[in-house]
């Protein structure tokens, strides 16, 4: 479970009903929260036969820099996406062209952004720091709701964001289109252009509105992994994603054009702000892939100590859009984003309809939170199967009820413990 997080357990949500059921037994066991771990999967129907152990990459923080701990799943919790996806190991289709050698990233997952087919994955539902990549959440909760023409004149309070970070260079004072803060996010993966942009979009004026609407955004995909603390991917306690829910949000955001014209930009020009900058400067996007790897569309670069290298790339070839995502890497032993164009080639080898999971679809499944938690461990449990004929492929769990006897029970024995003291005390005080 994330720390301070509410306990959840998940229904799917159909069409037209809801419906309940047992859960399935977990496939292949529980996430690892260590970054060194190396796992393999077990036979899976539709998996490769000899399993490939996972890469691995030792963590390697800043001088000073303190690790965060990260949350694991609970022992015998299916996952979101299908069985082949209820793993800390590797996952790839039956006779899938060997898995490239050069990957560092502990947790990484390639999907069709138009068919939701995942092609292949490594711990896809292990829990890390996104880094950066929190921008692309950010994007798909804000950029609905913003006019790009707008004008907004930066505060004081934009530029409260960690000193030395990434930032595009905005002017306190300075007036911006929504439509070049956009691009100061994505191009340059600006914290100050991300704190305006949360601003500009939050029910309440405040940043901390637009992080809520972040995870009801993420909910609403299926990210349920996914937990938002800050609207740049600065650390912030409890934040977390996985290379599966990040696939999710950066599906939602591919299918926008608004946005997939940002992220495919190659350079830009902030505009002046006279008399601090009477010239104004150009930036250059950050994801190199757009610029060395043929139909490449997009992605995001990120970095934190806790995060480490962090990445998400796109490309389309021969009518096929595919998305890599990439958690906890190393620019070892060639750049991050190098090792992702080489995910994208070993996926788009693999014939159309090759798959080991799938990315659900926005409004598929959701938290429902039980009444209590008596024992204080984790409990948030999802039952997942693979899709069959439109029937929902998550069933809600039947713990809710059980807890709710559980604490009815304690409350119970609790009140009646506590009247018989006093009348043992009224008794002796009377004699």
Known sequence: MVVGLAITTVVAVSPMSATAGRP??????????????????????????????????????????????????????AMVGGVGLDTTGLAVPAAAPAVPRTISATSWLVADLDTGEVLGSCAPHAYHAPASLQK?????????????????????????????????????????????????????????AANVLARLGSPDGTVAGTVAEMNETAEHLGALDTHAATPSGLDGPGQVTTAYDLALIARADFSRPDFCRYTATKTAQMPPQPPKDPRGFQIQNDNMLLFDYPGA???????????????????????????VTMLNGEHLPVRLWQQGAALLDWGFQLSAGASVGRLVDPGEVRRVAPTANPSGSAMASLAAAAPNNGEPSLKVLDIAAAVGVIAFVGILTYGLTRRRRRARRRRSAVH
């Open 24 to 77: 399935r037994a977990a496939a292949t066991g529980t996430a690892t929260p260590t970054a060194t771990a190396s796992a393999t999967t077990p036979a899976i129907p539709g998996t490769a036969a000899a399993p490939v152990p996972c890469p691995t990459a030792p963590a390697k923080l800043a001088p000073g820099a303190k690790s965060s701990p990260l949350p694991t799943h609970d022992a015998g919790v």
């Open 297 to 323: 569309i997009g992605g995001k670069t990120g970095f934190t100590d806790i995060a480490q290298h962090t990445y998400v790339g796109a490309a389309q070839r021969n009518g096929r859009r595919l998305v």
């Open 136 to 192: 692309l959440l950010l994007a798909a909760t804000v950029m609905p709701k913003l006019n790009p023409t707008d004008t907004t004149t930066i505060t004081a309070g934009d530029m409260n964001f960690e000193a030395g970070s990434s930032a595009v260079g905005l002017i306190q004072g300075g007036k911006y289109t929504v439509e070049t803060l956009w691009l100061g996010l994505m191009l340059n993966s600006g914290n100050d």
